[in-house]
């Protein structure tokens, strides 16, 4: 078992991502099996956090900023890697993904708030697109792989914005969503930072908690 961690410089653009897919590949080749874990691409956790906070002042246009920004860096990235149908699906997704970002400012934007819970879900959208983005670009490229959103895989108590993983919950859950998809090589392209409360209410692990998830998902799988 090799779990890779990837962080946002790493995802940065379509070119980092092609990088990536020959990293990946070549682990594939020398261990059975790989999991991958993703952090948001460079940039985007700050323009979310923008986003909401210029909600919650009530500043709609600025946060509208933040977030084409945001579609459009993916949208391009997408463009870049997929061509045809794989392209029309990938923008779709990554579309959905955004539009609930958009509700949740919306949300923020009538309440004149920035509820640490809504900031969770808020944030979750980073990784959402990073990993949605990968796993497809390498079953493209013919490496079977698939998103899996750590809110499946990390349970945590609610302290929302710096969540503390409840290990033997989280080790359950783990072992469950990811190590079908392994037995049957398929890559687990889980997303970093990420976590869920047992009622399954979105969180985030705070500073550092994308790398932090990573060393979660491999002791939980490896030991």
Known sequence: MLVMKFGGTSVGDAQCFRKVKQIVSDAAHRH????VVVSAMSTVTETLLE???RASSGDS???EEKLAYLEAKHLQTADELF????RESARKAALE???ECRRICGGMELLRELPLRAMDAALSVGERL????LARYLDQEGIPARAVDSA???VTDDNFSSARPLM???REATRAQLLPLTEKRIIPVVTGFLGATRDGIRTTLGRGGSDYSGAIVATQLCR
Do not use: H, M
Not at 32 to 35: E, I, L, M, N
């Open 51 to 53: 986003a909401a906070r």
């Open 97 to 99: 993904i955004i539009g």
């Open 83 to 86: 061509s045809g149908a794989p």
């Open 152 to 154: 499946q895989c990390v």
């Open 32 to 35: 059975a099996p790989v999991v």
């Open 130 to 133: 990073s990993a949605t983005l």
């Open 168 to 170: 033997d919950l989280t």
């Open 61 to 63: 246009k600025g946060a």
